[in-house]
């Protein structure tokens, strides 16, 4: 929790009615992005994202298993978020369990959609190789590394990076297995397939101070949030998921003008990101030549 003076709560609110933030930024404006890509070489995907002083990185592994019994045309995705406890003291002991969980569950929904799989930012369908029997298991890990705030957006941001360099192996079935046999399969380890994350959407959060909202939130200014939604969406301005955090309720007509605010602000995200993106890409690319 951070603590804060009489006089330095009053500088946040203030700041932020004026749209003049304690870091010089307007309410709708975020803090420089910067990632990196391949920085876990026995991952099949990687990245590291930072988002101001906020600092994480993402990791991609695939495994081939089987699709769920009542999903046999998908294959699956796990998230599981690690707050590393040097990143920020409320991260010792059970501070950071229950966080990590939130992180977890938060990024869940933002971008996998509820449990039916509707609405997921991720193609499940193209992680399926045999139907009903075979598919490519994602395992996606996150690490934080340093917290100054709009840590799922940051997660995310990191997440969408790494999957756009993670290659899937490329996988051979064999034709004589009959219907009810588990088909044998070999997995390439020369040729890999791109992931394709044209779908992949970012998390833009807008969190509440006063009457106001901003996005990107900081350490102090989130510890005078009355709520937060954070809301994911794709290239296309469709939204794939939102939650929200924070005790105080709002106005269905608040959700709907966030979420609104949220969609205008991903496109700036968006482009910032793919940029981001493409230049280390660039550079990994020059590293492997």
């Known amino acids: 929790m951070v603590g804060l003076s009489a006089g330095e709560r009053q500088f946040i609110h203030g700041g932020i009615a004026q749209d003049l933030r304690s870091d010089g930024r307007q309410r709708l404006q975020f803090r420089p992005i910067s990632v990196q890509t391949g920085v876990i070489p026995q991952a099949n995907g990687s990245a590291r994202a930072t ?3 906020t600092d994480v990185i993402a990791s991609i592994k695939a495994e ?11 294959g699956k995705v796990s998230i599981f978020i690690d707050c590393s406890p040097t990143a920020a003291p409320v991260f010792e002991g059970r501070g950071g369990e229950e966080l990590s969980a939130e992180l977890s569950v938060g990024l869940q929904r933002c971008l996998l ?9 991720i193609d499940l369908s193209s992680l399926i190789v045999v139907e009903g029997k075979v598919c490519w298991d994602l ?20 997440i969408k990076a790494a999957l756009s360099n993670t290659g899937i192996p490329k996988v051979s ?3 004589g297995a009959s219907g009810e046999d588990q088909p044998e399969v ?3 380890d020369e040729e890999f397939m791109q992931f394709d994350t044209s779908g992949v959407p970012v998390v833009v959060t807008l969190t509440k101070v006063g009457r106001h909202y901003i996005v990107d939130a900081t350490l102090e200014e989130e510890s005078q949030m009355s709520s937060a939604v954070s809301v994911s969406v794709n290239r296309h301005g469709r939204v794939c998921g939102l939650i929200k955090r924070g005790g105080t309720g709002l106005d269905p007509s608040v959700v709907l003008d966030m979420v609104s605010v949220a969609k205008h602000a991903s496109e700036t995200l968006i482009a910032v990101l793919d940029s981001e993106i493409a230049s280390a890409e660039a550079i990994d690319d020059d590293d492997a030549i």
């Open 139 to 158: 395992y996606i890990d996150g690490l934080v590394i340093s917290s100054d705030g709009n840590l799922l957006d940051a997660l995310a941001a990191a």
């Open 64 to 74: 081939l298993g089987k699709p769920a019994p009542l999903q046999p045309d998908k």
């Open 113 to 121: 959609g509820g449990k039916s799989g509707a609405g997921a930012g």
């Open 173 to 175: 079935v064999s034709v």
């Open 186 to 188: 070999d997995v390439s």
């Open 51 to 53: 988002l101001g002083a």
